[in-house]
């Protein structure tokens, strides 16, 4: 809490003669940037930059990002995207390298398409990978110290989660085919509620809104999707093609079931993405209009701004508190429909023939 409200006491926020835009600030917290804001702003601020990487024309390009100043730069005509082509980088008409005066239209020569670059949520992904290979060889590595004994630190903390999600989620859904799958669930669960936690973090190494970008959501619903497909037995793709218990009226002569069966084959990973990418945004935009209000209502009289600092306060806490709960309930739901969906692939399981 310390930090937020140093963060926000910036002269930026204070200053009587430039309205605070709660718009284009909660916006900037929310999305990717190719650098690592910690604290202030423009020529003050505390950045940790990170590799710009681009293959432009046939040619490697590699550079820091504080090469740009926060937007305000180029360099060796490279330059960060305004209007259309804000998020992307963009190649001068020449290798104009210095200050980008505002207001002024530089023309441009093409937007760089093949870009690698290390942004702030790819560092937040490498950190992540790093720490949740660090606590699973660590309990491994207690299990093989101390075979047998009660578990005890990181492992009495992971063990019972693992426990419970495989009681709970992966064996009821899979039954007998639940040691195949529990790996990928357990490595999606704990991926998610990593980086679920972390995003609550407001200091480096956290502060990352990487489970709320769409295109990490959306690609963990496609390995489940596409884990789900080769998972199908033909059972399921009968099912597809002919549902069983529908009336014959809606299969014949027009494939209504078949084609509602198939579009639900789509329909259940993009449920997935959208899920976790809409609560977790929502959950960090809400947090950051608590705080804007502090200074929109402080413009008006100093007085009013503290008055109401004392309410977005409360309801900061109190949706961290949600957002707490909500970081478990996403990573849980997400898991749970992964393990439903592949058991409904891979069929019912087959009755042991009794003599």
Not at 22 to 51: N, R
Not at 117 to 140: D, E, H, P, R
Not at 279 to 284: D, K, R
Request: aromatic residues 14%.
């Amino acid at each position: 809490m310390a930090f937020v409200l140093t963060f926000f006491s910036h002269p930026l926020y204070a200053a009587e003669d430039e309205a605070f835009n709660a718009g284009p600030f909660i916006i900037e917290h929310v999305t990717d940037s190719y650098g690592w804001h910690i604290c202030g702003d423009g020529d003050k601020s505390v950045t940790i930059p990170l590799p710009i990487m681009l293959v432009d024309n046939g040619h490697f390009v590699a550079f820091m990002s504080n090469k740009f100043h926060h937007g305000e730069a180029a360099y060796k005509g490279y330059a960060m995207g305004w209007g259309e082509q804000k998020g992307s980088i963009v190649k001068l008409a020449d290798d104009y390298t210095g200050h980008l005066e505002e207001g002024v239209e530089y023309p441009v020569d093409h937007v760089c398409k093949i870009n690698i670059s290390i942004t702030k949520n790819v560092c937040a992904l490498f950190i992540s990978l790093i720490l949740i290979g660090w606590i699973f060889l660590s309990v491994a590595k207690q299990y093989r110290k101390r075979p047998d004994q009660a578990p005890k630190g990181l492992q009495a903390l992971i063990e019972p989660v693992v426990i419970f999600l495989q009681d709970e989620v992966i064996n009821p859904s899979l039954g007998s085919r639940a040691p195949k799958y529990t790996p990928y669930l357990l490595t999606l669960f704990f991926f998610i509620l990593l980086n679920n936690l972390m995003g609550l973090i407001p200091i480096f190494p956290g502060g990352a809104n990487l489970t709320g970008n769409i295109a990490v959501t959306g690609v963990l619903a496609l390995i489940t999707f596409f884990v789900t497909q080769f998972s199908g037995k033909k059972e399921y793709w009968k099912d597809i093609v002919n549902t069983p218990g529908v009336p014959w009226w809606l299969k014949i002569p027009l494939p209504i079931m078949p084609l509602v069966e198939v579009i639900g084959i789509f329909t259940k990973p993009f449920v997935l993405m959208v899920r976790l990418f809409a609560n977790i945004t929502a959950g960090h935009i809400i947090v950051m209009g608590f705080i804007s209000l502090i200074f929109i209502f402080g413009q008006m009289t100093p007085i009013l701004g503290y008055s109401v600092s004392i309410v977005s306060i409360l309801f900061y806490i109190f949706m961290g508190c949600l957002e707490l709960l909500v970081a478990f309930i996403q990573a849980f739901v997400f898991t749970l429909l992964s393990s439903i969906y592949i058991g409904m692939a891979c069929g019912p399981e087959e009755e042991p023939e009794t003599i």
